[in-house]
């Protein structure tokens, strides 16, 4: 008998992040917000690396990637989160809860390996220069696009598996804001051990996989940086890494703090809690993070301007 035969539930429901009436209106409106903004601030920064041939280095490749990214990642959830909290209810199909699994998961680990990608790059700008715009060509930016792609479909399909590998025949509540496919999992049916370690050996080489790159890139960035004689040139090394460093600390701390933790039935609340951060604050944070203190964002940005008031002068 085939598993969809056996599924009974047809739709889940989320419980969100509360069921008070007037706090669902108010978060309604601070996500709604941060959503925008969200939006606002990654699309800007891919607008300005864009327009200024200055910024069409490696670097801003793989950041303007980052910013896209972003906006898809929070695009797969938060207006979700915005139709339930306005509606009063979580109701989502199973159809479409198989969808945002496999989308967020896809998303979540592109996410990841990209930010192990954009380290190997630092490392190579500041260790290797002398044949960084070899190895960094235009061609070798694209191949690792479409790998990291490729690398976040494959485990966003490994995720859906999991998923639909086993019947479900209620309750159908997740105590989540939306499908994520460990909470989702505890609502199957029959035993899931074997599918619940496919899912953990799976998240921890996307999770362990890029942070060992990271790890490994910063170390030896660190011995070539303690090697330069100038104090500008150190600063001027460490200050390319900083952003980067910054939110690979925010996107790993929260995440392990939701995966690595103690499972905990005095907190039922936390998961939620956490994911909050990685689906909502990260993603509106990035932005702030990447262009905060670069000089050549700003630059760029000063050019458009000015750029602007000159078209809209001739107008």
């Not at 929070?74 to 945002?100: D, K």
């Not at 896809?106 to 990608?117: N, R, S, T």
Request: aromatic share 10%.
């Amino acid at each position: 008998m085939r598993p969809e035969n056996l599924t009974s539930v047809t739709e889940f429901i989320l419980m969100g992040l509360t069921s008070h009436r007037r706090s669902q209106i108010l978060l309604f409106v601070i996500i709604l917000l941060i959503y925008v903004l969200t939006v606002m601030g990654n699309l800007g920064i891919i607008v300005v690396i864009r327009s200024d041939p200055h910024l069409h280095t490696p670097m801003y490749f793989f950041l303007k990637h980052f910013a896209g990214l972003e906006i898809c990642y929070v695009t797969t959830s938060m207006p979700q989160m915005l139709a339930h909290l306005q509606a009063g209810n979580g109701i989502i199909s199973f159809g479409r809860c198989a969808v945002q699994v496999y989308v967020s998961t896809c998303l979540a680990a592109v996410e990841f390996i990209l930010l192990g990608v954009m380290a190997y790059d630092r490392y190579l700008a500041i260790c290797c220069p002398l044949i960084y715009v070899t190895i960094m060509g235009r061609s070798q930016q694209v191949k690792l696009a479409f790998a990291i792609w490729t690398a976040g479909s494959i485990t966003g399909l490994v995720s859906l598996s999991c998923f639909l590998r086993h019947p479900y025949c209620g309750p159908n509540r997740i105590n989540h804001f939306y499908c994520e496919l460990p909470l989702v999992m505890k609502l199957a049916c029959g035993d899931t051990h074997t599918t619940e370690v496919i899912a953990f050996v799976v998240a921890g080489v996307v999770l362990a996989g890029p942070l060992a790159a990271i790890v490994a890139s910063y170390l030896l960035i660190l011995s070539t940086v303690l090697r330069i004689q100038s104090a500008a040139g150190r600063r001027k090394a460490f200050s390319t890494c900083g952003s980067h460093l910054a939110v690979v600390s925010l996107y790993y701390s929260t995440v392990i703090a939701m995966y690595l933790r103690p499972r905990s039935r005095s907190a039922p609340d936390r998961d939620k809690q956490v994911a909050v951060f990685y689906v909502v604050i990260s993603p509106m944070l990035n932005p702030i993070i990447y262009t905060l203190r670069n000089k050549d964002i700003h630059l760029a940005v000063a050019k458009m301007l000015q750029k602007w008031g000159v078209e809209h002068q001739k107008i």
